[in-house]
């Protein structure tokens, strides 16, 4: 998959880049604030992002995950703070946590990956470091 990731944190971003690349995927780009964001995806059009929502112009990530739901792009939220996504994850499939592990990394986009390129994934099938979206879980 051709994947964004908006993080406001370098090594973290580098981190996940690094990750992700080892899984297989080419990571487009990765921005920090949210007007370079929104440019990034529109620039790119990635399969997938993943959104911090404190971002270096402030919580601003919600806006970035609105915004790529409007272009009808998936991500999930990568935060620190799973208290300040509002109630409909603004679009997104759901939420891993920070601090996360890269085994629980690793499993969440092994997910995320089918769930994105394939039909009829079961939610169930969830790994425990994806804090799944209720419109989601249904």
């Known amino acids: 998959m051709r994947i964004m990731i908006v993080e406001d944190e370098a090594l973290l971003a580098l981190e996940l880049e690094s990750e992700l690349q080892s899984a297989g995927h080419q990571v487009v780009g990765h921005a920090m604030a949210s007007k370079?964001?929104?440019?990034?995806?529109?620039?790119?059009?990635?399969?997938?992002?993943?959104?911090?929502?404190?971002?270096?112009?402030?919580?601003?990530?919600?806006?970035v995950g609105r915004h790529l739901h409007e272009l009808a792009i998936p991500y999930v939220f990568v935060t620190g703070n799973l208290k300040r996504i509002p109630e409909d994850f603004a679009g997104a499939i759901g939420a891993i946590e920070k601090p996360y592990t890269m085994s629980g990394l690793q499993n969440a986009v092994t997910f995320l990956e089918?769930?994105?390129t394939a039909e009829n994934v079961p939610i169930s099938s969830a790994p425990p470091s994806l804090v799944v979206a209720p419109a989601f879980a249904c």
């Open 36 to 63: 370079d964001a929104m440019n990034l995806a529109a620039q790119t059009m990635p399969d997938f992002a993943f959104v911090d929502i404190h971002l270096l112009d402030g919580p601003s990530g919600i806006d």
């Open 114 to 116: 089918t769930l994105v």
